[in-house]
């Protein structure tokens, strides 16, 4: 795993890190939008503790990918049927405390948020593209029609 303190010093991103390969590393999601590492591994007592306080949902980026994986292991038959994955999922279940229910609480929801604006989002893309046919037909139809365009 990389880490930045064994940066060397050949080529640089953005941000002037390095990699051991002197490749250029990409600048993180996070560290463009100004969220530094140590916040986003936060632990997890230091989620706001009242209703009104903004709350930072730690390492969902992480388990977005984490649920991405298993959905595309689970999507194989031979996987998903296996003894491994199988002990994997089912043996030993965890049983959450309080402050666990509330945050897997929060998550859902932001889940359900997530899919509300990813559908609203379609909308206006397929929107947009019924817009951009309308008017590339007008296009055409203004090149076919008009005799200066052609030769």
Known sequence: MYSASTASSSSA???GEKDGNGHKRSQSLG????????SRNASRNSLASSINEPVSLWRENQRISLRAFLRVLLGDAQIAKSRAMNEFLLKEPITLNEEELNDEARRRGMDHIRIEEQQKFYEIARQRARELDVYMESFRREIVEDSEYLF
């Open 31 to 38: 560290a463009s939008l100004g969220i530094s590492k140590h």
């Open 13 to 15: 991103n953005a941000n």
